[in-house]
């Protein structure tokens, strides 16, 4: 599958940098606003806290000026002590004039300002005056008698004259100073509304150009993907019906080409599924085939399929060699059932050679009068100095273990002096083992050995157990052979000898009976004589009675062995 490219210009980013190109004016915008808005503020700050104060300072200035020359003039026309106008000009002097100083001290430290500094400058002047007022005036005419001294209120009137045309330049100082702060308050408030019509005229010309831009994008954007769409819905109701059609030639390096990348991918992807699919219903399961992506359900529902598939045709594969197996060496069991060594030789051979492992070997169960041994009975690839003729008592090694068990066992991890399987290269120790019981109608004729360099597979483990099923139904078979072949040999032997007794009684029973005949005629004639004495008489007939039970008995014995026969 195709990477995307970012570094394609897609719609997304076309309509991104229309955004951009959008913010930007919007940023501009809330710059200029903010600057302007900001320098409003700022003014309106400077109106507050520097115009205001200023001006209340002045103004307070302004009417000490004023009650400065009121209240002199009161001092000077009204000798009376204690009035409370007099009063109000020792305030003045003393408290009011150092307030305004120290009103216009803060306004120096908070502000940098020309007319603090002229403010300032017109404060010590007029603090000069009000020392001198305190000097030359209340001091001269501070008692009632001063009043009567022609000099001291000449003085006093003097001075007042030069201390109120003082006062009157400040007066005239300090309203000039409060016009030019007025003024400078009346410009940024100008200023700033001003400022605040040109944001109002820019907010209007950036909506404006926000609409324009807006609707040529969509128009623009309309055209280009309306076409493209159409190509990519045919290709896609093609796909719905289940066709797979031709790839869409959308040439484009936007989102849309994309989609068309993505169409044509999966038309691929779908091409390369019906592909894999034939192949592995031909039975190809090493064909090759490369997922879409990491989430392509189909595709790895394919990969699966072919697993699971390759497992059916692995397990038919063992099956079959399982099958063909048994039936060989049932085969091979069928042509050697007369001779059980010879038996057990042709089919450890089979087996070695069938199965492609190293050496393998058969022991049989044998009973004496008080124990039970295995012997070898065949043996094929072993060292046959070494193990021919070899016994292994029950219990006794792998081989004992497992006939004592009845159970088939699987070694992946021999004793290195266990056994060892030769060639013309040396010896080595195998690397697996299988010792399998000879179980037929429950019971065990022997053991069944295999050994190879190569680790055994569960199925072959299986196969051992099988073929030690057919060995041991083969082995009773013999066995049962060799048994009614001996039984038939004795009972031959015992007919024979049988038949020759038999002859023999007959002989026997038929001299007997000519000699009972022979005696029975000879005591009628001796009877017909009567000439024979009665000693003789009975001795004849205990003769008589002797042979007739020895006849009895030989009668009975010649019934005894028809019925043997």
Not at 370 to 390: H, Q
Not at 542 to 560: F, S
Request: aromatic content about 8%; some cysteine.
């Amino acid at each position: 599958m195709k990477v995307k490219k970012w570094s394609k210009f897609t719609i997304g980013k076309r309509i991104a940098l229309g955004f951009v190109f959008v913010l930007l004016l919007i940023s501009a915008t809330n710059l200029y606003t903010y600057f302007t808005v900001n320098d409003g503020v700022n003014k309106l700050n400077t109106i507050t806290s520097s115009v205001e104060p200023t001006k209340e300072v002045l103004n307070k200035f302004q009417l000490l000026l004023y009650k400065t020359k009121l209240y002199t003039n009161y001092w000077i026309a009204n000798p009376q002590d204690n009035l409370p106008t007099k009063l109000k000009l020792r305030t003045l002097v003393g408290e009011e004039s150092g307030d305004l100083r120290r009103d216009i001290e803060t306004l120096q430290r908070e502000l940098k300002d020309p007319i603090i500094d002229s403010l300032a400058e017109y404060g010590i002047a007029f603090e000069r005056v009000t020392i001198a007022i305190q000097d030359q005036i209340i001091a001269n005419l501070d008692e009632f008698e001063d009043y009567n001294d022609i000099i001291k209120t000449d003085e006093a009137s003097f001075f007042r004259t030069q201390a109120f045309q003082e006062i009157d330049n400040l007066d005239t100082k300090v309203e000039y100073l409060i016009w030019k702060t007025n003024e400078d308050s009346a410009e940024m408030k100008s200023s700033m509304l001003d400022s605040f019509s040109k944001l109002g005229l820019l907010i209007i010309y950036l909506t404006v150009a926000v609409l324009l831009i807006a609707g040529v994008v969509s128009y623009l954007s309309t055209i280009n993907i309306t076409r493209k769409i159409d190509l990519l819905k045919v290709a896609i109701d093609k796909l719905g019906t289940g066709e797979i059609p031709r790839k869409v030639n959308i040439k484009s390096q936007d989102e849309i080409g994309e989609m068309g990348e993505s169409v044509n991918d999966l038309i691929d992807g779908l091409h390369n599924y019906a592909v894999f699919a034939q192949e592995i219903g031909a039975g190809n399961f090493s064909a090759e085939f490369d997922k879409l992506g990491q989430e392509d359900i189909i595709g790895e529902s394919l990969l699966d399929m072919r697993v699971s598939l390759l497992n059916i045709a692995n397990q038919d594969k063992k099956r079959t060699w399982d099958s063909n197996g048994q039936s060989k060496i049932s085969s091979v069991l069928r042509n050697e059932s007369e001779n059980l060594d010879q038996l057990s030789y042709a089919v450890i051979r089979s087996i070695v050679e069938y199965m492609n492992i190293n050496q393998g070997g058969i022991y049989i169960a044998e009973e004496t009068s008080d124990e039970v041994n295995l012997r070898m009975t065949g043996c094929y690839a072993y060292d046959r100095e070494k193990l021919v003729n070899k016994n292994i008592m029950p219990g006794e090694g792998i081989v004992g273990q497992c006939f004592l068990e009845g159970k088939p066992i699987h070694v992946s991890e021999i004793p290195e002096n266990y056994i060892k399987i030769g060639s013309g290269l040396g010896e080595a120790v195998p690397t697996a083992l299988i010792a399998a019981p000879l179980l037929y109608d429950e019971e065990n004729y022997g053991v069944i050995e295999l050994a190879s360099f190569n680790n055994f597979e569960d199925h072959e483990v299986e196969f051992a157990t099988k073929i030690g099923e057919i060995i041991a139904a083969s082995i009773a078979s013999v066995r049962n052979t060799e048994m009614t072949r001996k039984l038939l040999t004795e009972s031959k032997e015992l007919t024979n000898s049988l038949q020759a007794q038999e002859e023999e009684l007959r002989q026997n029973q038929e001299e007997m009976m000519a000699t009972q005949e022979e005696a029975e005629r000879q005591y009628q004639e001796a009877l017909k004589r009567a000439d024979l004495s009665e000693e003789l008489a009975n001795e004849q007939l205990a003769k008589i009675g002797k042979l007739q039970d020895e006849l009895a008995k030989v009668n009975d014995l010649y019934e005894r062995l028809k019925n043997k026969k």
